[in-house]
């Protein structure tokens, strides 16, 4: 085999890790952002169970309000009657009365029918918090073994490209630039072999003129299908 194929036999090994490494970086924060999402559901989840228990509180609170304001009502009827003499205007009053206890009754009813949500909502709002902070632990925890293995991935890049330099040495500076420009347009496979006369690249069958110039291994042989560089199988 020749030499100069050997040593890109060699770098293309080098560039195809790189490749696959650089491809494995990029997938990163991807990544992250996609665990981020999953505590961000769970701390979402939480707070709409939380959001409504508080909105509970509220709607209970001016219920609460309106009861009160209908007793004081109640209250002043009661004092007015007293003060009353006149049978008509004391049964108008018994009816104000009347009136305002049924109001009172009614507001009740819509107090305990929140009071019944906020108790289906008090075992639901103690799992959200329990979810979320199970999930925000394992997510976190995944995010911090994701950015380590970025970093691993970062100095195992820097180490193999400044080896890479190495690789060149010996090559001709124009064939490294035919390599670089097929690296980048056939998809990362260069220097491929023949096999049964067929060009493991393209898989189309090479001419036995190729095939020819490729055994006597006097210089560089490329496919005349798709232009990758050539070698006997190994
Ligand atoms: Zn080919």
Request: charged share 35%; with cysteine; proline share 2%.
């Amino acid at each position: 085999m020749l030499e100069a194929i050997e040593k890109l036999l060699a770098l293309q090994d080098r560039d195809q890790r790189l490749r696959t490494l650089r491809l494995e970086l990029q997938s990163i924060p991807l990544e992250i952002a996609s665990k981020q999402k999953l505590v961000e559901d769970a701390a979402s989840r939480l707070q709409t169970a939380r959001s409504r228990s508080m909105a509970i509180e509220v709607e209970k609170k001016a219920l609460e309000g309106e009861i009160a304001a209908k007793r004081d009502q109640i209250s002043r009827y009661k004092n007015q009657q007293l003060q009353t003499r006149k049978n008509e205007e004391y049964s108008a009053l018994s009816h104000e009365i009347a009136t305002a206890e049924r109001a009172i009754s009614a507001i009740e009813d819509k107090e305990l029918v929140l009071m019944e949500e906020a108790e289906g909502l008090a075992p639901q709002l103690v799992a959200a918090d329990k979810a979320h902070a199970e999930d925000k632990a394992k997510y976190d925890a995944q995010i911090t073994t994701i950015r380590e293995k970025e970093g691993n991935l970062k100095s195992r890049i820097d180490e193999m490209t400044a080896g890479r330099v190495a690789l060149l040495e010996g090559i001709d500076e124009d064939l490294i630039e035919r390599y670089e420009r097929l690296f980048e347009t056939k998809n990362a496979r260069v220097v491929v072999p023949v096999e049964h006369d067929v060009c493991t690249g393209c898989h189309m069958k090479v001419t036995a003129q190729t095939s020819l110039a490729l055994r006597s291994d006097k210089s560089i042989v490329s496919c005349p299908q798709c232009g990758r560089l050539l070698h006997l199988p190994l």
